[in-house]
């Protein structure tokens, strides 16, 4: 997956844990936890969507590492095939 | 014959509004079947019936407000076996505690097979301008309806044409008898339900408050070893260990967990355990995880995962509303150390959970950095003493101490 396919699966995978946030407003370098108010839970919810779309089982040491949407697009670039 | 009645779905709530119905005299019910819509401060329930049978008589018309406990339809049985009678027969609950036996209730699916779909805050602004979810073009995810999208189906619509707005009143007109409040109202009326809840709390039971600072180095330890060969879907959250962790420490302290009814506390065997759960978009709803203390941390973690998504999308059930034995509330998210908690009546004890920190920990002579976590508890001094909490929160600490045993 290259990365503008990466940074849709991620937006993809943020709208089913926070359906009512607009992502299309979501800047780049924004934290994602704040900004979109993701718990544990959610935050849980969104690393398993990701596992689903892009194949990347993100360990719990790297949870820091996809702070933000561009974190997150290179984190799995470097690891999705 | 059976009634079906307005059901409570906590202290908290007087009364409920039937929005529907989905069911006519002469019409076979089935058990589960959801045979009407109700509105309560909570949102928009699907009613379920439990008996089997005809429908004999609509009681109340939609748009009707009525106290819970109210009938609101009869059944005439066809099975008539005992246990269907019995069910019919069930006592209503004290006043306090009032779940409503013969009834079971759904908060609103997100989706029903057929309709369309949208997320609960456009289903919500989408009754309050009036709009149809069907006419509205979907641009959310997975074809989901989103706020935006009926805002401006609304906006369209009132562009268009004021005539198309409806058919028979002006545009001066009040609401239709029975028509859902507005948002401000919903809200004030949430507010005011909260508000009576806390009130009575504070008002009548008298609260006593315990903490303690507990090591959660091996719980976190222990979790990691169990999620590191996990996939996310599976993986286990440290609130479902700490929740497996109160549900066996109130069994040691039985005390803590049930209610106060009549001057008397009625201790439960069962640990339904509330979780406090907070509403994307406002508001606060705390359904049991039920028989808690039956389920190993897995079930009790797939369960809380499904019971957060149905209390945001949908799908609460009325048992998980009306009979939680005590309230567990998790502010660690939040960046929250320490919470003393309100007691929600009639039960008898609130625990709270802080943030995993860390923190310098001197243990046998020797300091340290670990993992640590205050838990909390807020209990009616009427049925326990702080004798009885200081031991609950020893059990706490001694569960959440040998997690392999949780």
């Known amino acids: ?59 719990e040491a790297d949870y ?8 997150a697009v290179a984190y799995l670039g470097a690891r999705a095939r | 014959m059976a009634e079906l009645r307005m059901p409570s779905l906590g202290a908290d709530m007087e009364t409920g509004t039937l929005r529907a119905w989905k069911i006519a005299p002469g019409d076979r019910v089935a058990r589960g079947q959801v045979v009407g819509e109700v509105e309560t ?28 406990g109210t009938p609101i339809a009869r059944v005439r049985s066809t099975a008539a076996a005992p246990a269907s009678a019995t069910q019919a027969v069930a006592p209503v609950a004290p006043a306090a505690a009032a779940p409503a036996p013969a009834v079971e209730a759904r908060v609103a699916p997100v989706a029903p097979r057929g309709a369309p779909k949208g997320t609960p805050a456009a289903r919500q602004l989408a009754r309050e301008l009036g709009v149809e979810l069907a006419a509205v073009t979907p641009t959310g995810p997975h074809g989901a309806v989103s706020r935006a999208d009926v805002e401006r189906a609304a906006a369209g619509r009132a562009g268009r044409a004021p005539a198309a707005l409806d058919s028979g009143a002006g545009p001066a007109a009040p609401p239709p008898e029975g028509a859902p409040p507005p948002a401000a109202d919903r809200q004030a009326a949430m507010r005011r339900a909260i508000a009576a809840a806390m009130a009575r709390s504070k008002r009548e039971i008298p609260h006593y408050y315990l903490a303690t600072t507990l090591d959660a180095s091996k719980l976190l330890a222990w979790l990691g070893a169990k999620n590191a060969d996990r996939p996310p879907a599976e993986r286990v959250l440290p609130a479902a260990a700490m929740l497996r962790g109160v549900a066996l420490a109130l069994r040691a302290v039985p005390e803590l967990n049930g209610f106060w009814i009549d001057d008397h506390a009625v201790p439960s065997r069962a640990v339904h355990l509330g979780v406090a759960i907070s509403l994307r978009g406002g508001g606060l709803v705390a359904p049991a995880l039920r028989d808690a203390a039956d389920k190993d941390v897995d079930t009790l973690m797939r369960e809380l995962k499904d019971l957060v998504a149905r209390a945001r999308t949908g799908g609460l059930r009325s ?24 007691i929600y009546p009639p039960q008898l004890a609130l625990v709270g959970l802080g943030k995993i920190v860390e923190r310098p920990w001197a243990e046998g ?7 640590v976590v205050t838990v909390s508890l807020a209990a009616d001094h009427r049925a326990s003493d702080g004798h009885r909490g200081a031991r609950f929160l020893a059990a706490l600490e001694h569960e959440l101490g040998h997690p392999e045993e949780l």
């Open chain 1, 64 to 71: 820091g590492k996809l702070g933000t949407l561009a974190a």
């Open chain 2, 319 to 342: 048992s998980e509303l009306s009979d939680p034995t005590v309230t567990v509330t998790n502010l660690g998210d939040l960046g929250v150390e320490l919470v003393l908690g309100v």
């Open chain 1, 1 to 59: 997956m290259n990365a503008s396919e990466l940074e849709v699966a991620v937006k993809a995978a943020l709208a089913r844990v926070a359906p009512e946030a607009d992502l299309d407003a979501l800047g780049p370098e924004v934290p994602l936890r704040d900004e979109l108010d993701l718990d544990s839970m959610d935050f849980l919810a969104f690393v398993a969507e990701l596992h689903t779309r892009t194949g990347v089982a993100v360990p």
């Open chain 2, 41 to 68: 401060d909570k949102g928009l329930i699907d009613l379920e019936i439990w008996d089997e049978g005809v429908v004999e008589a609509l009681l109340v018309a939609p748009g009707t407000k009525v106290p819970v």
């Open chain 2, 365 to 371: 002579g020797l300091l340290g950095v670990r993992s």
